[in-house]
């Protein structure tokens, strides 16, 4: 079973292309105009053992936020296309992921219901020239289209950039175990026979 997911999005503010391999390396070749969200989705890859090749264009002279949510609504997409009927998936996956002195907790559940709990206060507007309200954008337009249930919660941290990485590093390693193929769950993991 090869689980991919390839997504090309136009609209009148971007053009976005992604190609997702949920088993692959943690390769990832990441192209946007926004260096720091390059960095973050790097982590994602490298953490997350999924290949990820993405390249972006977008209205940055106006500000990040369309490029942004639209990365993240396409990698929900292409996340969503490669887990097709979702069998033998762990489903379920969390984890404490430090970064120096921040700590975070994030926790998935693949329900085919998207739902984001976002509980991180970033103690500094920008990082660089990234406006830091933009991570929650990209979270709540990933969980949305990649239909699962994502809870972020923020334990320490005075840094912002610490935070952040966490924050990414973490999906990546929840993500991964929670997409996990286990031989002993037959058919998806649910009571109801669907996700």
């Given at each position: 079973?090869?689980?991919?997911?390839?997504?090309?999005?136009?609209?009148?503010?971007?053009?976005?292309?992604?190609?997702?391999?949920?088993?692959?390396?943690?390769?990832?070749?990441i192209n946007t105009p926004i260096?720091?969200?390059?960095?973050?989705?790097?982590?994602?890859?490298?953490?997350?053992?999924?290949?990820?090749?993405?390249?972006?264009?977008?209205?940055?002279?106006?500000?990040?936020?369309?490029?942004?949510?639209?990365?993240?609504?396409?990698?929900?997409?292409?996340?969503?296309?490669?887990?097709?009927?979702?069998?033998?998936?762990?489903?379920?996956?969390?984890?404490?992921?430090?970064?120096?002195?921040?700590?975070?907790?994030?926790?998935?559940?693949?329900?085919?219901?998207?739902?984001?709990?976002?509980?991180?206060?970033?103690?500094?507007?920008r990082v660089g020239n990234f406006?830091?309200?933009?991570?929650?954008?990209?979270?709540?337009?990933?969980?949305?289209?990649?239909?699962?249930?994502?809870?972020?919660?923020?334990?320490?941290?005075?840094?912002?950039?610490?935070?952040?990485?966490?924050?990414?590093?973490?999906?990546g390693r929840v993500l991964s175990?929670?997409?996990?193929?286990?031989?002993?769950?037959?058919?998806?993991?649910?009571?109801?026979?669907?996700?």
């Open positions: 079973m090869v689980r991919k997911g390839e997504i090309h999005r136009k609209t009148g503010e971007t053009e976005i292309k992604v190609n997702m391999n949920l088993d692959g390396e943690g390769i990832g070749r260096p720091f969200l390059n960095h973050m989705l790097e982590l994602f890859a490298k953490h997350s053992l999924f290949d990820l090749e993405l390249t972006a264009s977008g209205d940055v002279e106006v500000d990040f936020h369309h490029t942004v949510e639209d990365i993240g609504i396409c990698l929900g997409k292409a996340f969503n296309k490669a887990l097709g009927d979702k069998k033998g998936i762990k489903r379920f996956c969390s984890a404490f992921i430090p970064m120096d002195e921040a700590l975070i907790l994030l926790a998935a559940d693949i329900s085919g219901r998207p739902f984001l709990k976002y509980d991180v206060n970033i103690p500094a507007e406006d830091t309200e933009l991570v929650e954008e990209f979270f709540r337009a990933f969980v949305n289209s990649g239909n699962f249930t994502l809870h972020v919660r923020l334990i320490e941290g005075k840094n912002a950039h610490h935070i952040i990485e966490a924050v990414f590093k973490a999906l175990g929670a997409v996990e193929l286990d031989s002993r769950i037959k058919g998806v993991p649910s009571t109801k026979g669907i996700l």
